[in-house]
């Protein structure tokens, strides 16, 4: 099963295509390239998204104006949720881990629709583009938060519309990545990967594919339909037209509640390949996940009025979407619990990628918990809009997806490019990450239910202590992202040569090169196990 | 370069890049492709259920501005259309040529008088002063100002919708002379079919809802 | 690659639903002179569905089409109906 490691294969990085030097990248329909061409645009959009972050600490370290003034600083949290979430956070893991790793772990040589693929890169790049374009042309830097609430996102001077071009575009790049997955997933299995043989990271993408298709485009007629509101006067949303703000929110929520879905459903599929490896024992309960995936991504369109709470919707709604809420936390639960299940009674290698997801399992369940506060409707009106929202959202956004993000990276890191990181500087980056993290964002919940609103530029002294323990945090969290970005930027080029398996993976992809050659490939494989067959001591299925 | 490998359960079927995408891969993906459409547009029926039951009154009288004639002209325009393009796929696939080509070209042609219509229609309101944001509209009661918001975002995201498949069709149209699709492999011609019936099917629920409130 | 077994649909059945269609519509606006009061809309909505089922059974070859495909077609017309009338939970009982 293994190709040769002497050297007679190429690989992807050094194939020999139609093209050379630069436009070997920029025409590439090579998926392999395509999720580098992401990879490496993300990451820049993240640190520019990192420094933003950092500026907003720095200005909250003291009361009152620090370092910007009351305009600058709603303008940095708008662009900062902007970048974060569209350019980040919903396209990351499906266009750069799915986008590398689907095909391989079905056994095919490529997505269903290459061309579409490095579309789906451009869409992404020049809304990346309108969303920067924003920040310096005209009026000013969008100043309406990353949600646009009307009626202020149709009234404000800055330069709303190219914000809302970006995120229109960026949701479309979305779009066409889960249908090309979808089609993927559907058509181009290897001979015997029935859909219950295929392994549960693409299956987390099965269900994030579903949600980007049919999710997306309703926040991208809102969209269109705030710029309405501002070019034409259209009177939607406009009370004194009759229209109605709260119908906005709706909209908006429809797509933005199962968006988050979008975000953790691939890191979960990510950490989900990684306790089997790392504890040689297959996952356990692999339907439930499955299922699991299926039902978070289903439940996940109906909940989307626990973010209106205190919006002014109706009783019965209320009670509708707190309960919802409380079922969509059942099927995450479940996984957990699986989780934790596979590492039991396994042959534990504490290897970076499974202490990342150790980490991800610890701060995913306290964002998660307090989701539950925030969907209790009576807890809720204390905790919307305070800095307790920030935290629980940031500890699953952040904790939850950016830390299998990292496990992800780990973890693929061999494969991809061929070389081992250094162990010592990940765990020290890792561990370092993680105390900056808890301490950046721990403190938020506790100010947050003492009082101090989100997105607020000033504050009584009473919440300083917290704030300043909070930007100190980032300033640690921060360190440990250069140290473990400066072991994989520098590894990359001068790591030693890896294994196609350093860590006795079963999965489809340790079975090739690392890197891998153009085609995947030498042969389709012909699949006979399920996926996470470690041997038939380890029995299981 | 490999073969593509099917098996006939056809569970898997393994593409190359620089080969042809085949036909149930490509027809799954404008499926999918077709979904995106109807929740774009399905925001847009949203907020007018929601104002409709609203302003019911409001509604009723402002449909009456809306001339009933054309809107079923229109119609008829796109149902027939509908029946010219499914037809055209039915003619490549016995190989007549001639004929898919002269049912291509009509399915342009009705398109092309729907956007004539469409464009006196519109042209028709502004010389009334009748569009989002002028004094007119200020002046009417609310339910009537948001009815004709309405009335103008969804016929004007589906008129360009309708340039879309017409462009799309001229295309069919070059690959059927050229013998890019044919006989053996119509999948542009069938996704182009596809995406003209999404057309049709949203101007089906457009027309009893804008035109049919009287 | 071939299409193929992809069925032929006959130009006559293309042309008895082109006729249904004519006839729903004719339908649909001789029903506005009749009078539903609240029920307009639904009777409205009924025979514009009855239409589009016909166009995406018939037109859009979906009776001839994977179960896989007819599912999702029905699913997704489920989810948006049941996004708008969650969406009037609220607007309802406000």
């Known amino acids: 099963m293994n190709a040769s490691e002497n050297g007679s294969h190429v690989s992807f990085l050094e194939h020999k295509g139609k093209y050379k030097g630069i436009l070997s990248w920029l025409l590439t329909t090579d998926h392999k390239k395509i999720a580098l061409l992401y990879l490496y645009s993300i990451m820049i959009f993240f640190f520019v998204g990192v420094i933003l972050g950092l500026l907003m600490r720095i200005e909250l370290f003291k009361p009152g104006e620090t370092i910007m003034d009351a305009q600058t600083y709603n303008g940095m949290f708008t662009i900062h949720g902007i970048i974060m979430i569209f350019i980040i956070v919903i396209p990351a893991l499906p266009a750069i881990f799915g986008n590398f790793f689907l095909p391989i772990m079905i056994g095919a040589k490529d997505v269903a629709f290459p061309k579409l693929n490095l579309f789906s890169w451009y869409l992404f790049i020049i809304g990346a583009i309108f969303g920067v374009l924003s920040q310096f042309i005209g009026e000013g830097s969008p100043d309406t938060g990353w949600t646009f609430y009307v009626p202020y996102s149709a009234e404000s001077s800055t330069n709303v519309i190219y914000a809302l071009v970006a995120a229109f575009i960026l949701g479309f790049s979305s779009i066409l990545t889960g249908l090309n997955f979808i089609v993927t997933m559907h058509r181009m299995r290897a001979p015997g990967m029935g859909w219950f043989r295929m392994p549960l990271f693409p299956w987390s993408l099965y269900a994030t594919g579903w949600i980007q298709v049919l999710a997306t485009p309703i926040v991208g007629i809102t969209l269109l339909m705030v710029i309405a509101e501002r070019v034409l006067k259209i009177g939607f949303f406009d009370p004194a037209l009759g229209g109605d703000p709260v119908l906005f929110q709706h909209l908006f929520w429809i797509y933005s509640h199962p968006a988050v879905y979008i975000m953790i459903l691939p890191g979960m599929g990510i950490v989900t390949e990684i306790f089997p490896t790392f504890s040689q024992k297959p996952v356990f309960g692999y339907t439930a996940i499955l299922f699991s995936s299926l039902a978070i991504a289903f439940v996940g369109y109906f909940v989307w009025g626990h973010h209106m709470f205190t919006a002014g919707i109706s009783y019965g709604s209320r009670w509708f979407f707190s309960f919802l809420t409380f079922i969509v936390a059942v099927p995450s639960a479940i996984k957990v619990f699986n989780w934790i299940s596979t590492m039991y009674g396994g042959s534990i290698d504490l290897k970076p990628p499974l202490l990342y997801a150790i980490f991800f399992i610890f701060l995913f369940m306290i964002g998660g918990f307090t989701g539950l506060t925030l969907g209790s409707v009576a807890t809720d009106v204390q905790a919307h809009d305070t800095a307790f929202v920030v935290a629980h959202f940031h500890y699953i956004i952040f904790g939850g997806m950016g830390f299998a993000f990292f496990a992800g990276l780990h973890y693929w890191f061999p494969k991809i490019f061929g070389k081992m990181y250094n162990n010592t500087l990940a765990y020290a980056g890792s561990i370092v990450i993680f105390i900056g993290f808890n301490l950046l964002y721990f403190p938020q919940f506790i100010i947050g239910l003492q009082g101090m609103p989100r997105r607020y530029f000033d504050y009584l002294p009473q919440f300083q202590t917290g704030h300043q323990l909070s930007t100190i945090g980032g300033f640690i969290l921060f360190i440990g992202l250069i140290i473990m970005v400066y072991n994989l930027v520098y590894h990359a080029k001068k790591g030693a040569p890896a294994p196609s398996n350093p860590w006795k993976g079963v999965t489809l992809e340790w079975q090739i090169p690392s890197p891998p050659s153009h085609e995947n490939f030498e042969e389709i494989p012909q699949i006979k196990n399920h996926p996470y067959f470690f041997g038939e001591s380890t029995g299981n299925k | 370069m490999k073969v593509p490998v099917t098996n006939s359960k056809n569970m898997s079927v393994q593409a190359i890049h620089n080969e042809r995408i085949d036909s149930e891969t490509g027809k799954l993906g404008m499926w999918i492709f077709l979904f995106t459409e109807l929740f774009l547009f399905g925001g847009l029926f949203l907020v007018y259920a929601v104002f409709r039951a609203k302003y019911s009154a409001d509604f009723h009288h402002a449909a009456e501005e809306l001339n009933t004639f054309i809107g079923t002209l229109n119609t008829v325009f796109l149902l027939v259309s509908s029946m010219t393009v499914a037809m055209s796929i039915t003619a490549i696939q016995k190989d007549d040529k001639k004929l898919a080509l002269f049912l291509v070209g009509l399915t342009v042609l009705l398109a092309g008088l729907f956007m004539m219509n469409k464009y006196f229609e519109w042209s028709h309101k502004f010389e009334f002063k009748i569009y989002p944001g002028s004094e007119v509209l200020k002046n009417l009661p609310q339910g009537e100002l948001l009815f004709f918001g309405l009335y103008y975002m969804m016929t004007g995201l589906h008129a360009l919708h309708v340039l879309i498949g017409m462009i799309l069709l001229l295309i069919n149209i070059v690959k059927i002379k050229n013998g890019t699709v044919s006989s053996n492999h119509y999948l542009h011609l069938e996704n182009s079919g596809l995406y003209w019936h999404l057309v049709d099917l949203i101007w089906i629920f457009l027309f009893p809802l804008l035109y049919l409130i009287t | ?94």
Do not use: C, P, Q
């Open chain 3, 1 to 94: 690659m071939k299409n193929e077994g992809s069925h032929i649909s006959s130009y006559t059945s293309h042309a008895v639903v082109l006729i249904a269609l004519l006839a729903l519509t004719a339908i649909s606006v001789a029903a506005t002179e009749w009078h539903f009061g609240a029920f307009t809309v639904g009777v409205a909505l009924l025979i514009a569905s009855i239409k589009v089922a016909t166009v995406i059974i018939n037109f859009m070859h979906v009776k001839h089409e994977s179960l896989f495909i007819k599912a999702m077609v029905s699913g997704v017309f489920v989810l948006f109906a049941a996004v708008i009338v969650i969406t009037f939970i609220d607007y309802y009982l406000r």
